[in-house]
């Protein structure tokens, strides 16, 4: 049995696309213009010990499959045709020459590429997840990757959070621009007011909000090398008297009677069985009639589990959590905040990784040199099939205003939105 006929023996219906196997065989159709090729034994092992994206991760990332048709570091047209490949079981009968025909010996997975983290189960065993300790280390394994890689990523902004299009071609610049804009209007920002911005990033935000509202900024990240790039960007801007810059746990962020509190990308990483911690936190540190933005992915309902997908914990965000819209409203209120509007960006996110996953391949040559090709390829995997994960809503992408109310009911809040 070929390569070829095992693959037809696992698909109902159609192969999206031409497949080249390392064995000479062939199959599915070249009419998209995008060919599949498994280069050797070792990509077919990854693929079969690991069946979904673990294992054509490990086999993209490590060279053993090619996609011919999509440019390196943008692989999204393959990823879009592999959403309308279906699989199937092979049948109970058909289970012994199934299994003999692939040859026991293929069961056995070989060594994973160097840039996947240790499975969820062992890496209990270096601490509780979401402790102080895990969380560091995770935030280190996506962030601390390089500045540089990042900067030829993200461009100028050096916002790596969805932005917000006013139309579909404004450029990445403009629409991060409108996005930390949207959120200081969400935020009611005045000069002189005070904002912590938690998960600051390279400090987007925070720089923002300084330049055009002339406010005064407490930025915290636990990601050092997004510390330092931010606070050189505050010294070259000239912002030291308005805005400082921390390398710390949100939880250690000093002061309190905050005018707004912003949080953009954060409560990714912070875990479900922790969002009400969090959002008392938050609260904690504003004054009575304080806002607080949360800009977060989000799941398309509430009752899928929390915990991301293999690939994704083990290549990109490690212990990463999403929850819907509502879990993230409902714990808000429950830690005392009053929620006054949620907006769903999903669209905004697809066309931010579109622009990502075009500066990666124009830049790919770069980029391999600054971080080694293996991790060029797990950013362009991961961008390209979020890309199709927000097209096809299987992830969402919301804002969630609320307000630390007063207890006599005043939520300093106008009749309609002013933003």
Same mark, same amino acid.
């Given at each position: ?29 070249? @009419? ?111 962030? @601390? ?264 009911? @005043? ?9």
């Amino acid at each position: 049995m070929t390569i070829a006929d095992l693959l037809h023996t696992v698909t109902d219906g159609e192969i999206p696309m031409r497949v080249e196997a390392f064995d000479g065989s062939v199959a599915g159709s070249s @009419d998209r213009g995008l060919t599949l090729k498994l280069h050797n034994e070792r990509g077919l092992r990854y693929l079969i010990t690991a069946p979904g994206d673990l294992g054509l991760a490990r086999a993209y990332v490590s060279g053993d499959l090619e996609l011919v048709g999509a440019p390196p570091g943008d692989p999204y047209l393959a990823l879009q045709a592999l959403t309308q490949w279906r699989f199937q079981r092979p049948r109970v009968a058909q289970l012994p020459g199934f299994l003999q025909e692939i040859g026991f010996r293929r069961l056995v997975p070989p060594e994973p590429p160097a840039q996947e983290a240790l499975p969820r189960v062992r890496r209990a065993f270096e601490g509780m997840r979401h402790s102080r300790k895990r969380d560091g280390e995770a935030i280190s394994k996506h962030y @601390d990757v390089s500045n540089e890689f990042y900067g030829y990523v993200l461009g100028r902004s050096m916002a790596y959070t969805c932005a917000v299009f006013a139309k579909p071609d404004v450029s990445l610049e403009e629409a991060q621009e409108e996005k930390f804009d949207l959120v200081a209007r969400k935020l009611a920002l005045e000069p002189g007011m005070r904002l912590l911005d938690v998960g600051c990033g390279w400090g987007g935000m925070a720089l923002h909000a300084a330049r055009h509202y002339r406010v005064n900024v407490v930025a915290i990240t636990l990601s050092k090398a997004q510390a330092d790039w931010a606070a050189a960007a505050v010294e070259r801007e000239r912002l030291s008297g308005q805005v400082r810059v921390l390398h710390g746990d949100y939880r250690d962020s000093p002061g309190s009677a905050y005018d707004a509190v912003s949080s953009i990308g954060l409560l990714e990483h912070v875990g479900v069985g922790n969002y009400g911690s969090y959002f008392r936190f938050l609260r904690g540190k504003l004054r009575d009639g304080g806002r607080l933005l949360n800009h977060c992915i989000t799941r398309p309902d509430n009752n899928s589990p929390a915990l991301t997908g293999p690939f994704i914990d083990r290549y990109v965000f490690p212990d990463g959590e999403l929850a819907g819209s509502g879990r993230i409203i409902s714990e808000a209120q429950d830690a005392g905040f009053e929620v006054r509007h949620a907006e769903n960006l999903r669209e905004h996110y697809a066309l931010t990784l579109q622009a990502w996953c075009a500066n990666l391949a124009a830049n790919w040559d770069a980029c391999v040199r600054e971080v080694g090709v293996e991790t060029a390829r797990v950013w362009g995997l991961y961008m390209a099939g979020s890309r199709v994960g927000f097209e096809i809503n299987k992830v969402q992408l919301h804002q969630v205003l609320a307000v630390n109310t007063s207890k006599d009911g @005043d939520a300093s809040y106008p009749l309609r939105p002013s933003w």
